[in-house]
């Protein structure tokens, strides 16, 4: 086969605009945001959480915090709760209905975005409720003030945070989301740990502190100094028995606190995070600087700065306000908290909450993309690592999916654009799904799943790994599933090869198999130690509505051919590439050429000798870009 690379044109007119996803030395900032269900509506369906997950990503966010705790119930369907109190999720609908926390891993790790679940209530079991279904089965985890009664503090009802059942309670959820789920950690904030200091007078707390003291009872002031340390110190010790469990699980998944700022969370709720942060208890600390005014904030940053940064300044960052009822920041206030912010080195805040991005048509969310968040950055605590890199999607109508036998576009939407359908009995039909694989490592591959009534209820997918394949049969009847689905986990070496595969295998007359979009993201609870490469800024739309454009190749014509065919690519300056062929297997079927292109458009032309007719693919590709285009030779 030769391949004659020649320059037909070169034009000053640029077509399209295109963004890269180039690789080099990026800047690292921790940008967060919590993620709740009172006050908002993020969490409560599933298209919500895709359209949240777009937009975050689309102005920069790079971890969110999903409340996953909350009165007492957890969100997701938890076998412990259902097993102690009868009921699997919080009584809401739509938590009850659905596993909120499973769509939102996947969505928020397609967009390159960390997920630590956030336990809301901690060591509180209900609000104004006399400690609800939790005291009510262990009445012996209740918190008690020195006049015998349960400490209620701002509303809120108390279990003992020193109480072996209440504490081994707390952990065995947060085991639960990390062994259920594929997290990147998990988060406490002002209730844990933590203690309102009126209490530590229920029998468990006062007998323990009996046994360490000489059977002395503890003081019935409960501002004295070293009783508040005693039992500060207990709550100490948790947190690092909570990090031990953690870290038994898997070494990278973060244990993160959002305390109330030191020292007034020690003297009213007993959170030494002092100490925590000194003697790394946690892998990352955001004391709750909230305040309404700047002056009033940079005091608050100041005196956390000197106590509790200067201790680990690694593990630091700001937790600021963003909306509280009627209350929404403004740019003036969000400028000068940043600035602030990074004046004194802080490499990053979390803010809350995500209804501050989406207020007033999105006011704040865009002027922080375009002011702030306008560069992608990793995370400090990931040492360089692109730890959740996007995900490599490849729809039903792109160049590297390979149609055979009848489907037709049916109107109903997809992931992007349109679905399609077959429902040929008398001829096979498929779908052969190609990836650019970006690097070796584990992958989940999913699918993007529309339901009907009159599909087929056994839809035959094959994944391919670098060694084998497995066949998964799914039912497209089921119309309780939709968005993506999990297929299989495979392993991939990285290049360009076939990932997956949908065909008619067995479907009957009447029925039909739908199909669209496929995806691969890493699985990084069997590829833990896999580094990516690090993506620089990679240049948001300026209106994340709008569809980032991969493709330098534009157009090949004629295209089926006989003999010659011809590449247009369009580039916004001089570029050096490689350009590479590969037939229907993913074998490369020439040496890789170096070609020139010059800014605006090239033409290029590929002859074809003694070779099969076919299918083939055409890839062009350096450092920064990558771009595939589906040919078909016929003699």
């Not at 006049?147 to 809120?156: A, C, Q, R």
């Not at 602030?340 to 080195?345: E, G, Y």
């Not at 090869?497 to 067995?506: A, M, R, S, Y």
Request: with cysteine; net charge positive; charged share 20%.
């Amino acid at each position: 086969m030769k391949i004659i690379n020649y320059l037909f044109a070169v034009c000053p007119i640029i077509i399209f605009n295109f963004f890269n996803n180039s690789f080099s030395q990026v800047n690292t900032e921790f940008r967060g945001v919590w993620l709740t269900n009172v006050a908002s509506n993020v969490l409560t369906s599933d298209q919500a959480i895709i359209e949240a997950m777009d937009y975050l990503s689309s102005v920069g966010i790079n971890v969110v915090f999903p409340v996953v705790y909350n009165g007492g119930y957890t969100l997701y369907p938890s076998d412990i709760m259902l097993r102690e109190f009868g009921k699997a999720t919080l009584p809401d609908y739509a938590f009850s209905s659905r596993d909120f926390l499973e769509r939102l891993i996947i969505e928020a790790h397609r967009n390159g975005i960390e997920v630590i679940p956030w336990f809301e209530y901690g060591f509180a079991t209900s609000y104004s409720s006399n400690g609800g279904h939790i005291l009510q089965k262990y009445p012996q985890w209740a918190l008690k003030d020195n006049s015998g009664t349960l400490v209620v503090k701002n509303g809120f009802d108390w279990m003992s945070a020193i109480h072996p059942g209440a504490q081994n309670f707390i952990i065995s959820l947060m085991m639960e989301v990390i062994d259920k789920y594929d997290v990147d950690g998990v988060q406490g904030d002002d209730r844990l740990p933590a203690m309102p200091v009126e209490g530590g007078y229920e029998d468990y707390t006062v007998n323990l502190y009996k046994s360490e003291h000489n059977n002395q009872s503890p003081p019935s002031d409960y501002t004295n100094y070293n009783w508040k340390l005693w039992r500060a110190n207990k709550l100490t010790q948790f947190l690092s028995r909570l990090k031990d469990s953690v870290r038994s699980r898997r070494s990278y998944l973060i244990l993160s606190s959002s305390p109330t700022p030191y020292p007034w969370g020690y003297d009213e709720y007993l959170q030494d995070s002092k100490t925590w942060a000194k003697n790394n208890l946690v892998d990352n600390i955001i004391p709750q600087l909230y305040r309404y005014d700047y002056s009033n904030y940079l005091s608050a940053l100041n005196q956390s700065l000197t106590l509790i940064r200067n201790e680990n300044p690694s593990i630091y960052f700001a937790g600021v306000l963003g909306k509280s009822g009627s209350w929404t920041i403004d740019t003036t206030l969000l400028s000068q908290i940043i600035k602030a912010n990074r004046n004194n080195s802080v490499k990053g805040e979390s803010i809350f909450f995500y209804e501050a991005f989406r207020h007033n048509n999105n006011f704040i969310g865009n002027y922080l993309k375009d002011k702030y968040y306008s560069k992608s950055a990793l995370l400090p605590y990931r040492n360089g690592k692109n730890f959740r890199p996007k995900a490599t999607i490849v729809n039903e109508d792109d160049n590297t999916v390979v149609k055979k036998g009848n489907w037709s576009i049916i109107q109903f939407a997809g992931y992007k654009g349109y679905i399609i359908r077959t429902s040929e009995t008398n001829a096979y039909a498929s779908l052969e799904y190609y990836f650019d694989v970006p690097f070796e490592a584990y992958f989940d591959v999913y699918v993007w799943l529309f339901t009907s009534t009159t599909a087929f209820n056994s839809v035959r997918y094959v994944a391919y790994s670098s060694a084998d394949s497995v066949v998964k049969r799914i039912n497209q009847s089921n119309t309780t599933l939709k968005g993506w689905q999990k297929l299989a986990t495979v392993y991939l070496n990285k290049g360009y090869k076939k990932v997956l595969k949908i065909d008619n295998t067995d479907l009957i007359a009447g029925k039909s198999i739908f199909a669209d979009a496929a995806m691969i993201m890493i699985n990084r609870k069997k590829s833990p130690n896999v580094v990516v490469g690090i993506e620089k800024d990679d240049n948001r739309t300026k209106n994340y509505e709008k569809e980032k454009i991969n493709y330098f190749i534009s157009e090949a014509y004629p295209n089926p051919f006989n003999s010659s065919t011809n590449i247009k690519i369009y580039t916004e300056e001089n570029k050096q590439f490689e350009l590479e062929i590969f037939d229907i297997t993913g074998k490369a079927i020439n040496e890789k050429i170096i070609v020139e292109a010059f800014k605006g458009e090239n033409i290029y032309k590929v002859n074809f000798d003694n070779k099969p007719s076919g299918v083939y693919f055409i890839k062009v590709s350096d450092k920064s870009f990558r771009s595939i285009k589906k040919i078909i030779f016929l003699k």
